[in-house]
């Protein structure tokens, strides 16, 4: 049975980070949309995909608390440095080359030598990663249906599917992130998705 919890209740994180420690998919809210979230390990991103009915060669992003635990995993860019200190926390997911030295599961990304990484300006994505370390995290949406952007809407579309909903009320953006592809040092940064910051304002951050 799915557990809807008032995100801001006592023992409300607790008991999130450990239904991720089970291996559990659970419902959290950030600030553009509500999030599936689970630990960056094989079978819980298995169970994430089948969820939303996602192909795994699209890539699954991880949501961080700080720069450093960017750094933990990726090479930043001079560009993706310039966007993080902008837009982050915030509605930007940076895609960057993965560490030669970090060893993830292939559905991070998506068969490619990248991930996807957002700082969100969010109290309980960052409060969870701060606990467990980078969560892997996708819109909490069966692909191609609208985002979710309350916790009923979330209930509604995946039943027991997932475990926990940290219900936060609406979304407060309701638009998905934007995504930049930083991961070549020798390129111009890319836009990949247009969503909550603007293709205006990232050309701003880079000049």
């Not at 979304?171 to 995504?179: D, H, I, L, Y």
Request: proline share 7%.
């Amino acid at each position: 049975m799915t557990r809807i919890s008032p995100a801001g209740a006592p023992g409300a994180i607790a008991e999130a980070a450990e239904a991720l420690r089970r291996g559990e998919v659970i419902a959290i809210p950030t600030e553009t949309v509500y999030g599936l979230a689970v630990l960056p390990q094989e079978e819980p991103l298995d169970r994430l995909l089948a969820a939303k009915h996602r192909s795994a060669d699209k890539g699954i992003q991880l949501l961080i608390n700080s720069v450093d635990q960017a750094e933990g995993v990726a090479l930043l860019t001079d560009g993706a440095r310039r966007l993080a200190a902008r837009f982050w926390p915030g509605g930007l997911t940076i895609v960057l080359r993965r560490r030669g030295d970090v060893l993830v599961p292939h559905q991070l990304g998506g068969g490619r030598p990248t991930l996807g990484l957002r700082l969100p300006d969010h109290e309980v994505p960052r409060a969870l990663a701060s606990l467990l370390g980078p969560l892997a995290a996708s819109s909490a949406n069966i692909s191609g249906e609208p985002d979710a952007t309350t916790a009923e809407r979330v209930a509604e579309s995946f039943g027991e599917e997932v475990t926990l909903i940290l219900d936060d009320g609406p979304a407060r953006g309701g638009t998905p992130s934007t995504v930049v592809d930083c991961s070549a040092a020798d390129a111009s940064p890319r836009i990949l998705r247009e969503g909550a910051v603007s293709a205006d304002d990232i050309a701003g951050a880079l000049r």
